[in-house]
């Protein structure tokens, strides 16, 4: 016997009618109409709360009905389906917090890459990173002795707070204020790009 006409005699043997029956499942008359008539079925927490309001075991309300049964399957995995895939996300969202978190505590070396523009005027240099960088410690090389060449080191952190420091203003020492390059070195101090000031 299928499932819909098990609900179906189990009611009118409790003398429920589909309107008290759907009030005790939190469903609509017509979601039960629908079951008895086998245009649809209950999902599979509604067929747990169907073997309640109508004291049959679960192996007498689905006995025979292999559609139902296919669809408790389906029900089951598409569930099993859906926790996988939010926990998968949970732990990627906490693998990625942690990274960011670990990435906090240490500096990294702004290479010549990081570096999206430069530019000086009246003796203050202007310097441009990536949105998600941010500026932690700096430093001009001021024993090296050229006339037309800064050499700077910079240290930024990961910032996704949108508070950060995406540009940043040196004020230069006199004698550095009319360079023409811009050597950015690493924490080595090997030069890892030369940029013309404008």
């Given amino acids: 016997m299928d499932i819909g006409n098990q609900i179906k005699r189990r009611r009118k043997a409790l003398g429920l009618t589909q309107e008290q029956l759907a009030a005790q499942l939190n469903v609509s008359r017509s979601a039960v109409s629908?079951?008895?008539?086998?245009?649809?079925?209950p999902d599979l927490l509604t067929?747990?709360?169907l073997s309640d309001a109508l004291d049959l075991?679960?192996?007498n309300?689905?006995?025979?009905?292999n559609n139902m049964i296919q669809k408790v399957k389906r029900d089951a995995k598409t569930k099993h389906?859906?926790?996988?895939?939010?926990?998968?996300?949970?732990?990627?969202v906490l693998l990625l917090c942690g990274l960011f978190v670990q990435g906090e505590n240490q500096p990294h070396d702004i290479a010549g890459q990081d570096v999206k523009a430069v530019t000086i005027t009246d003796g203050t240099l202007h310097i441009a990173l990536p949105v998600y960088r941010s500026i932690s410690s700096w430093m001009v090389n001021n024993s090296f002795t050229s006339t037309n060449t800064i050499q700077l080191s910079m240290d930024s952190r990961p910032d996704l707070s949108f508070k950060h420091r995406?540009?940043?203003d040196l004020t230069?020492?006199?004698?550095?204020?009319?360079?023409k390059y811009l050597q950015i070195l690493n924490h080595d101090g090997k030069v890892t790009k030369t940029i013309k000031l404008q």
């Fill in 47 to 49: 067929v747990i709360a």
């Fill in 61 to 65: 309300l689905l006995k025979g009905d």
């Fill in 57 to 59: 075991s679960l192996d």
């Fill in 172 to 179: 230069l020492q006199p004698s550095l204020s009319n360079g």
């Fill in 81 to 92: 389906i859906k926790t996988a895939v939010i926990a998968g996300l949970c732990l990627l």
């Fill in 34 to 41: 629908n079951w008895e008539a086998g245009r649809n079925y």
């Fill in 166 to 168: 995406q540009k940043m």
